[in-house]
């Protein structure tokens, strides 16, 4: 292990090339992690700690900083939810994974634990079978943009897809589903990790009636119908 002679704040950048290259973690996690070690940043001027170095962080440095987010209000009076909090302590504890990573002297990753009551917050809630099925009628499936709606909520349901991995899919995927009742893809998920999804033969009915319907030569499979005609037409 060495002490570096860079301050904390000249580290992120090289952290976040870390993240992409050794760690492939998704565009999307990196652009969270360098969102939310700001706040820390504008932590370290506030205190006039923006030269400090990793070693020379500390445990009541990681204790103050705790203070400010639980004190912190914005311009309207906002406080940040214990989650949010939460979010700002992970970034920071993967900085500090970070330096372990590369044998740089600092305070170790474990130093910054996460309250078990501000996880609690974070609670996930389900759809009954009767709310999944109104959700699915909802579009109206008499218009182009209505069929695309459904095919995609029926996708989604039948594949569990992440919202980024369903748009990046493309028309040419789908050229020879005419005669399929179901279909198995190989798709590149989170962290650029490859996997296999599996499209039911009600998704797969769906698909083929919003297909029937594309006359054009789009390369995404799903589309906006309000693009200007010089615009991306894949959703996002």
């Not at 050794?22 to 506030?46: C, I």
């Not at 406080?79 to 970070?98: D, F, H």
């Not at 297909?211 to 991306?232: N, Q």
Request: positive net charge; aromatic residues 10%; charged residues 30%.
């Amino acid at each position: 292990m060495k002490k570096s002679e860079k301050i904390i704040i000249k580290h992120i950048p090289d952290f976040l090339d870390y993240c992409e290259v050794e760690k492939g973690l998704a565009d999307r996690t990196q652009k969270d992690y360098n969102q939310y070690l700001k706040k820390f940043v504008e932590w370290l001027k506030n205190t006039k700690k923006e030269a400090l170095l990793p070693h020379e962080l500390t445990s009541d440095d990681i204790w103050a900083y705790r203070l400010y987010l639980s004190r912190y209000t914005d311009e309207k009076g906002r406080s940040l939810k214990k989650v949010t909090q939460n979010y700002y302590l992970i970034a920071l504890r993967a900085l500090l994974g970070y330096f372990t990573a590369k044998d740089i002297v600092s305070l170790p990753a474990d130093k910054i634990t996460l309250p078990k009551a501000a996880m609690a917050e974070k609670t996930v809630k389900f759809l009954n079978l009767e709310q999944i099925e109104r959700l699915l009628l909802a579009p109206n499936t008499n218009s182009h943009q209505g069929l695309r709606d459904r095919a995609i909520l029926e996708t989604l349901f039948s594949t569990g897809l992440r919202i980024a991995e369903l748009v990046a899919l493309n028309h040419e995927q789908f050229a020879n589903v005419r005669d399929k009742k179901d279909l198995e893809l190989g798709i590149i998920g989170k962290g650029s990790h490859p996997r296999t999804v599996y499209f039911s033969e009600r998704a797969l009915s769906w698909l083929k009636k919003y297909l029937e319907t594309r006359k054009d030569k789009a390369k995404p499979l799903f589309i906006h119908y309000k693009s200007r005609r010089d615009a991306e037409p894949r959703l996002t």
